[in-house]
Nanobody
Framework: QVQLIESGGGLVQAGGSLRLSCAAS????????MGWFRQAPGKEREFVGV????????SAADSVKGRFTISRDNTKNTMYLQMNSAKPEDTAVYYC???????????????????WGQGTQVTVSS
């Protein structure tokens, strides 16, 4: 099991930028595919993006493609989500999650992931 802690959330104006971090402990981050998810009030948790173990492959939801970038630094046991051109509809609690392996659409599914952080709130004002 790996423990995950998100940080970097806060209030940002529409069009602004924010960088979220997800720090891992207990096991090496390099053993896991890592995902970002978000959950807005009254809505289900939804996929934002995923990054492969080595960071060479990423995939993002259409709603954030071209605006959000996922990266990782396995030497620091940390994953990042760079949010640019933020929109009010990006307002949500953002969660990072880890899974030892996933493929295809399975990487987009909440149920696939084995470990979760506690979440960090992102609020985008209009």
């Amino acid at each position: 099991q790996v423990q995950l802690i998100e940080s970097g959330g806060g209030l940002v104006q529409a069009g602004g930028s924010l960088r979220l971090s997800c720090a891992a402990s207990g096991r090496a981050l390099s053993a896991f595919y890592m995902g970002w998810f978000r959950q807005a009030p009254g809505k289900e948790r939804e996929f934002v993006g995923v990054i492969s173990r080595g960071g060479g492959s990423t995939s993002a939801a259409d709603s954030v493609k071209g605006r959000f970038t996922i990266s990782r630094d396995n030497t620091k046991n940390t994953m990042y989500l760079q949010m640019n051109s933020a929109k009010p509809e990006d307002t949500a609690v953002y969660y990072c999650a880890a899974v030892t392996s996933c493929s295809g659409v399975g990487c987009y599914d909440v149920k696939t992931y084995e470990s979760w952080g506690q979440g960090t709130q992102v609020t985008v004002s209009s």
